[in-house]
């Protein structure tokens, strides 16, 4: 990966944050909608089509190994043609589309060397993310103490164990309003934070 400048790395930052502010409304629209959205079937069908190569088969290894296994199920529709979910599916939906924002963002800064930053709220997020990849559960040590902590939200050893978001009937620590916050109040920071960059890191 070619590294970037500070201020380009910044600047991506801020670009990739406001690409995922503008896709979760639609997304959480279209999940929690009374009633299936009006996108004619044919054109999700042609969006699960829209691949841009068919590569025949090679000697590779990894297809050697994926031919022993079964078939993937297949995708029949686009989300935004079922009609609303409701209970743990929903649950389970909303885990996935914010986690993936929340991840898509958190990768990124960890990539431009910005997540080893001291900032409470950068400390915070690197924590979410690594609940997100640990289904959705805290994995902390005893003794950890709360360096990281956004909004009144502080993290500490005793959330060991502790779902990040609201899962099978137990509170989580977030709500999905704290995510939308999170990345809101990120773009703010990383948005100041280039006035104070030169070459160096900022933190």
């Not at 995922?20 to 959205?37: D, I, K």
């Not at 996108?39 to 990894?62: A, E, M």
């Not at 993290?155 to 990345?183: C, E, K, R, V, Y």
Request: hydrophobic share 40%.
């Amino acid at each position: 990966m070619t590294k970037m400048s500070s201020k380009v790395a910044y600047q991506g930052a801020i670009d990739l944050i406001e690409a995922q502010l503008q896709a979760l409304p639609n997304a959480l629209a279209v999940l929690v909608s009374s009633s299936p959205a009006t996108i004619p079937r044919d054109r999700c069908d042609d969006l699960l089509r829209s691949r841009r190569h068919h590569l025949q088969d090679t000697g590779s290894v990894g297809n050697i190994v994926a031919s022993a296994s079964q078939d993937p199920p297949e995708v029949h529709v686009c989300m935004a043609m079922q009609p609303a979910l409701e209970g743990e599916q929903r649950e389970s939906y909303l885990i996935t589309i914010i986690g993936n924002a929340l991840l898509a963002v958190g990768t990124y800064l960890k990539a431009h060397d910005m997540a080893a930053m001291r900032t409470p709220e950068i400390q915070f997020l690197d924590h979410a993310c690594t609940a997100i990849l640990n289904g959705n559960r805290f994995q902390l040590d005893a003794g950890y103490m709360p360096i990281a902590s956004f909004d009144g939200l502080p993290i500490d050893g005793s959330l060991d164990g502790t779902p990040l978001f609201d899962q099978h009937g137990q509170q989580g620590l977030m709500g999905w309003g704290d995510a939308i916050a999170l990345l809101q109040w990120l773009l703010r920071y990383l948005d100041g934070s280039r006035h104070f960059v030169s070459g160096g890191d900022a933190g």
